[in-house]
């Protein structure tokens, strides 16, 4: 088994998400404008051949966690079977997938069956009307049935996500937590981030930073810390009492999870991003379709790593304006 690559911060990064598309059958009013986005031409967009030698480059270099993302990797033809083929990939230890649950009702037992054992599923509240508002589609019945059918189907964690705008679902903290003492789920609340800050996304309206989350949280009832989930992810783990749940905090806003951060992004089009909030990109589309041999990728990889930055900037209103991308198109 290859060891993990570390980067100049001593940092093992052993996790890969993989976008496969930037389409979406959303429009989350925090990640799409309504109209959606100019469309990629299919050319631009890796194919599943080269998905899969990308995993398989990965999962040889010690990157043995990969998580399928998008857009709405759902709606991307033929999800299951590069699924499949991905948790085939000898040496690789967890596949999981980052959905909006509009079409888990179809695919969950086939997931689960091609090797997805872990889902994140966007859940902003539990009011139908308010989903429709958020999302701006009237789906919110087919994605609670696509968390039953997950759960039905053996896939375990459940994380339900949920990115908290004040005005707007900040009025169901307590309810999705409530989730967790009836469900056994993962519900974690995620601040706002300001992607488009520089054109004036309302981000300092809505934001909602974290600490508020958890003052609100113990006020229903007392939370314990969970200890065995700190060191995996950027989520602070919390539970009520007795509840078969968990709760999670994720603050990439008000708090850095830079020190312990594990991972790399692959956009729908091959561009390699060793930070959420990265200004610079390494394009591996290119290298892959000039068939440069497996060790020439590895070391673009490698090299990649090593220019992983510290930490984001996003206090900086300047750094902020940099943001090129939204969570759409990066591979949230
Ligand atoms: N479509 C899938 C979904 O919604 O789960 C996967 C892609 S989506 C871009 C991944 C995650 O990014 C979602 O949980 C979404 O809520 C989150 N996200 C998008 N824009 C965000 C923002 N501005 N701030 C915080 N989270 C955001
Ligand atoms: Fe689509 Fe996910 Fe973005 Fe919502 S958050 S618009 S579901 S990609």
């Known amino acids: 088994m290859?060891?993990?690559?570390t980067d100049s911060?001593?940092?093992?990064?052993?996790?890969?998400?993989?976008?496969?598309?930037?389409?979406?059958?959303?429009?989350c009013t925090y990640c799409m404008p309504e109209d959606g986005v100019p469309k990629l031409d299919h050319s631009e967009i890796l194919s599943y051949e080269e998905v899969l030698t990308l995993a398989r480059i990965a999962v040889g270099m010690g990157?043995?966690?990969?998580?399928?993302?998008?857009?709405?990797?759902?709606?991307?033809?033929d999800i299951i079977t590069l699924c499949s083929k991905i948790s085939n990939i000898p040496g690789i230890k967890?596949?999981?997938l980052t959905t909006n649950g509009v079409l888990l009702p179809i695919f969950a037992e086939s997931l689960f069956k091609a090797g997805i054992r872990r889902i994140n599923v966007s859940l902003d509240t539990l009011n139908p009307e308010k989903f429709a508002a958020i999302t701006r589609h009237d789906r919110f019945a087919d994605v609670w049935e696509g968390?039953?059918?997950?759960?039905?189907?053996?896939?375990?964690?459940?994380?339900?996500?949920?990115?908290?705008?004040r005005g707007v679902n900040d009025d169901e903290i307590e309810d999705l937590a409530g989730l967790t003492i009836s469900h056994p789920y993962h519900v974690r609340f995620i601040e706002h981030?300001?992607?488009?800050?520089?054109?004036?996304?309302?981000?300092?309206?809505k934001f909602v930073a974290a600490p508020e989350i958890l003052e609100r949280l113990k006020r229903v009832a007392p939370l314990s810390t969970c200890q065995?989930?700190?060191?995996?992810?950027?989520?602070?783990?919390?539970?009520?009492?007795?509840?078969?749940?968990?709760?999670?905090?994720?603050?990439?806003v008000s708090d850095h999870f830079c020190p312990s951060c594990n991972r790399l992004r692959v956009t729908a089009e091959g561009k390699l991003r060793t930070c959420l909030f990265s200004t610079e990109e390494t394009d591996l589309r290119g290298a892959l379709r000039n068939n440069l041999p497996i060790e020439a990728v590895s070391?673009?990889?490698?090299?990649?790593?090593?220019?992983?930055?510290?930490?984001?900037?996003?206090s900086s209103p300047v750094f902020r304006k940099c943001i090129s991308r939204q969570m759409f198109s990066i591979g949230g």
Do not use: W
């Open 2 to 5: 290859t060891a993990s690559p």
């Open 9 to 27: 911060f001593e940092r093992k990064i052993d996790y890969l998400r993989l976008s496969v598309t930037d389409k979406c059958n959303l429009r």
């Open 63 to 77: 990157i043995s966690k990969i998580r399928i993302t998008g857009g709405e990797p759902l709606v991307r033809k």
């Open 94 to 96: 967890s596949l999981s």
């Open 147 to 165: 968390i039953l059918a997950a759960e039905k189907a053996g896939i375990f964690p459940i994380k339900l996500n949920a990115v908290v705008l």
């Open 193 to 205: 981030m300001p992607f488009k800050a520089g054109e004036g996304d309302g981000h300092e309206k």
């Open 228 to 252: 065995e989930n700190q060191s995996n992810g950027p989520a602070v783990y919390y539970r009520f009492r007795d509840a078969p749940g968990k709760i999670g905090i994720i603050s990439p």
């Open 299 to 314: 070391e673009i990889i490698r090299k990649a790593i090593a220019r992983k930055p510290e930490k984001h900037e996003l």
